[in-house]
């Protein structure tokens, strides 16, 4: 069974970085795409970021693209997300998921949908303050 566990959260300022992590046990997840969404409170779970299975692709949000970069190790089995320039809007609690129900080939689009992927993390909050 796979379990994915998000750390790295916190309270910070505006224009400060935080670095996330998100650990995958259970299996190894170096041949599935992995994702990060956040939510915040009254507000639907929404994408932020993409990666494929190698690192490789990724893709963004348009509200966080030049700021979050999202890069993955599979070798330690994790994904993070360095969040840069953060902005009081950028507060959320933020999740890690995966798909372990397909391999995504080059030319498939990478999903950006929640109901893509089939494994989430517990998430971590982060906040913002103005």
């Known amino acids: 069974q796979v379990q994915l566990v998000e750390s790295g959260g916190g309270l910070v300022q505006f224009g400060d970085s935080l670095r996330l992590s998100c650990a995958a046990s259970g299996r190894t997840l170096a041949s599935y795409v992995m994702g990060w969404f956040r939510q915040a409170p009254g507000k639907d779970r929404e994408f932020v970021a993409v990666?494929?299975?190698?690192?490789?692709?990724?893709e963004y949000a348009d509200f966080v693209k030049g700021r979050f970069t999202v890069s993955r190790n599979n070798a330690q089995n994790m994904m993070f997300l360095e969040m840069n320039s953060l902005k009081p809007e950028d507060t959320a609690v933020y999740y890690c998921?995966?798909?372990?129900?397909?391999?995504?080939?080059?030319?498939?689009?990478?999903?950006?949908?929640?109901?893509?992927?089939?494994?989430w993390g517990l998430g971590t909050q982060v906040t913002v303050s103005s």
């Open positions: 998921a995966t798909d372990l129900s397909r391999h995504y080939t080059p030319s498939d689009a990478l999903p950006r949908r929640v109901d893509e992927y089939n494994v």
């Open positions: 990666v494929s299975w190698n690192g490789g692709r990724t």
